[in-house]
C-alpha cells in the first residue's frame, strides 16, 4: 500500500539528532537539557546513546568542564557562575557524530527607562461594552543599542492572586505573563490593553543574541519549536545561546468609569 511505502521511506530518512537547549544567563549556573527529537512516525530507528549519561563537555573561558548529569537530560556544572562576556563551548558525542554548539553572554542592557511607572485600565466584563473608563497612554520602554543589538521585552504580573481586567472564564484565563517579539530597536511600545491582569507587574529587558531572535522568527510568535537548525550547533538542533538583563516594574491600576 502507498501508505506503508511513505512510512518506510520517511523511516529510513529519519536521524536520531540531539536537542540542545540553554539559555545562560549571569548569575545562574551553567545548565544544559539534551533531548530527543519526537518523529510523527510508529518505525523509527534510534541510537544506543542513553540522553542521561552523555560526556557534555564544555570549555569555558578557556577552560575545560565536564557537565554532571542530574535527570531527563539536564546536565549541570555548579562551579561555573555565568557572568557576562564569557564564552562557552560545548561539545559531546551523539550518534557517532561530534556534536557542538558555541555562545557568548552578552552585555546588560545600558540606559533603561519607562515613560511610566503607573497605567491606569478600565475593569471590562461582557456585559460593560466597549471600555468607557480613562485609559492610559502607551508605555515606552527604551534602552540604548547603538549597535543594533537585539532586544526581547518581557512582562509578567508577579501577584500572589491574580485579578483579571477582563472577565474571564476559569478555564480561559490567560498566562500572567506575555513577551513582545526580539526587536533590534532602541525602544519598545506596551499598550494599556496588552495588559491581563491589575496589579504590579515585571518588565525585564533581555539583551539577546541573533540566533535566539533568528529561532523566534523562524516560528512567529514563540522560540519553542526546538528542531530547527542552529547556526550555533553542528551535529544537532535546538538553542545554545546567552543573554543578559534589566528590570523595571509598573503597576496596572483600574480606572474610574
Not at 542530574?70 to 555548579?78: E, L, P, R
Not at 511600545?189 to 533581555?206: A, E, K
Request: net charge negative.
Amino acid at each position: 500500500m502507498v501508505t506503508g511505502s511513505c512510512n518506510k521511506d520517511e523511516s529510513q530518512a529519519f536521524t536520531d539528532t540531539p536537542i540542545v537547549e540553554a539559555y545562560l544567563t549571569p548569575g545562574n549556573y551553567l545548565k544544559v537539557k539534551i533531548s530527543r527529537q519526537v518523529p510523527f512516525l510508529s518505525d523509527v530507528k534510534y541510537t544506543n546513546d542513553d540522553i542521561d549519561k552523555l560526556l557534555i563537555a564544555v570549555n569555558y573561558n578557556d577552560s575545560q568542564h565536564l557537565l554532571t548529569a542530574i535527570d531527563s537530560g539536564w546536565y549541570i556544572d555548579s562551579s561555573i557562575l555565568v557572568k557576562e562576556s564569557d564564552i562557552f563551548n560545548l561539545s559531546f558525542t551523539f550518534n557517532s557524530k561530534e556534536v557542538s554548539a558555541y555562545t557568548y553572554i552578552p552585555s546588560k542592557p545600558e540606559n533603561v527607562t519607562q515613560s511610566a511607572v503607573k497605567v491606569y485600565v478600565p475593569r471590562m466584563d461582557s456585559a460593560s461594552g466597549p471600555p468607557t473608563g480613562t485609559m492610559s497612554d502607551p508605555v515606552e520602554i527604551s534602552w540604548s543599542n547603538e549597535d543594533e543589538s537585539y532586544y526581547l521585552v518581557v512582562v509578567e504580573n508577579i501577584e500572589t492572586t491574580l485579578d483579571p481586567i477582563f472577565n474571564f472564564d476559569d478555564d480561559d484565563r490567560p498566562a500572567n505573563r506575555f513577551r513582545k517579539s526580539p526587536t533590534n530597536s532602541a525602544f519598545e511600545s506596551i499598550r494599556p490593553m496588552d495588559f491581563q491582569y491589575f496589579g504590579t507587574h515585571r518588565i525585564i529587558v533581555y539583551h539577546v543574541l541573533p540566533d535566539y531572535a533568528a529561532l523566534y522568527d523562524q516560528n512567529s510568535t514563540s522560540s519553542m519549536n526546538l528542531t530547527n537548525p542552529s547556526t550555533s550547533i553542528s551535529n544537532g538542533y535546538g538553542i545554545f545561546t546567552g543573554m543578559s538583563s534589566d528590570t523595571l516594574y509598573i503597576e496596572v491600576k483600574e480606572s474610574s468609569r
